[in-house]
């Protein structure tokens, strides 16, 4: 039985969630949106989650030109992560779950 929800396949709500969806994707996006990271800053930021978690999503922002990777060949290695121009286009979702999550907080103190 088909309802209003079904996403078929097209759904612009499928489209994005396919860029964001992940358990962190969208906290690393928050994190990004207005400074370039290293890998440790975003560790530190997300205690949380384990290393492997951590790069496994960065990985696959990167590969779907959401986030950009830079190497420094220095020693130790150098790694910063930012939003592309085209992860940028996602902030607007972003800053919407920003301004839900402060309003649920607020009524939930």
């Given at each position: 039985?088909?309802?209003?929800?079904?996403?078929?396949?097209g759904?612009?709500?499928?489209?994005t969630?396919?860029?964001?969806d992940?358990k962190?994707k969208s906290?690393?996006?928050?994190?990004?949106?207005?400074?370039?990271?290293?890998?440790?800053?975003?560790q530190?930021?997300?205690?949380?989650?384990?290393?492997?978690?951590?790069a496994r999503?960065?990985?696959?922002?990167?590969t779907d030109?959401?986030?950009?990777?830079?190497?420094?060949?220095?020693?130790?290695i150098?790694?910063?992560?930012?939003?592309?121009?085209?992860?940028?286009?996602?902030?607007?979702?972003?800053?919407?779950?920003?301004?839900?999550g402060?309003?649920y907080?607020?009524?939930?103190?």
């Open positions: 039985m088909i309802t209003k929800f079904d996403c078929a396949p759904c612009p709500v499928q489209t969630l396919q860029f964001i992940g962190w906290v690393i996006l928050y994190h990004l949106s207005t400074q370039t990271l290293r890998f440790s800053d975003l530190r930021k997300l205690p949380y989650v384990s290393r492997r978690m951590l999503q960065l990985s696959e922002l990167v030109n959401v986030i950009s990777k830079k190497i420094y060949e220095t020693v130790p150098k790694t910063e992560y930012s939003l592309t121009n085209f992860g940028k286009t996602l902030l607007p979702i972003v800053n919407s779950m920003v301004t839900w402060n309003e907080n607020e009524l939930h103190k």
